[in-house]
């Protein structure tokens, strides 16, 4: 049964295929998935960035790159896998994207763009590596965000997307269960990943308003504490992935955190900092990603 609570499955001799693996959370999980036995393939769109970890993980690893929005370049990462670990037990969908804009004053490409890395990346991640879990009863992580069930302005496409993924995991639970396939959501709040740190540089209202957030959903959590976390889903392969574990409260209670009396109080706290938040994007002269995220580009500049 693909439930939350079955025996533990070592990752020691099986293969593991990474998403956006070249830094952060990916890499993380990377290091931490190669320490416990696994064998581990980085993808992303750093060559250079992927093969360092690589090496520095040893030869029985390995690198591909692609991007998680071509379909071909994913069944070719996939294959490359296969070809040389003898076959996949676990792919985490990893890779995504935040935008520095709010609906308003964002390009149409910027909202597209993070819809298209975040949720349809994600989505065709699984497609791709879905044969393969399937021959050896594997497991899919798909990293969602805390922001499925909380909201923020200017999170607007990066709210979208993550509920999306959480949404297209819980019904992919259901059509891969009888195949002996699990798959879980990650939702981490704010790790301090050089996304959000771009965010916050960029944005000083945005960050302002992160610390007013109460409890985990202001708090920072560390990208080895969020490894962590997800390299014990792999093993456990629970439904869920909470980071920080007090997350899991605020996604019970999501219909409160988003509902009338709560978004009164948001709409307040919004008439004020909404005005400030889109002076600082403006002042960001068209730039609508962080430095380091392969989304980035100027207006009209071609696609990451």
Known sequence: MASGHRTRTPLAGKSVLITGAARGIGAALARKAAARGARVALVGLEPEELARIADELGPEHLWVEADVTDADALAAAVRRTVDTFGGLDVVVANAGIAPLTTVMTSSAHALARTIEVNLIGTMLTAHAALPEIAQRRGHVLLVSSAAAFTVLPGMSAYCASKA??????????????????????????????????????????????RRQLPGPLGAYTSVEACAEALVENLESRRRRVFVPRSVGTVAALRQLVTGVVAEKVAMAVSAKRVPQLERDIAALDGREFGTHSLGARRRGGPAA
């Open 164 to 209: 999306g993924v959480e949404r297209f995991g819980d019904a992919l639970r259901l059509e891969v269960a009888h195949r002996g396939v699990t798959v879980a959501s990650a939702h981490p709040t704010w790790i301090d990943t050089d996304l959000v740190r771009d965010t916050e540089a960029a944005l000083p209202t945005f960050a302002a308003t």
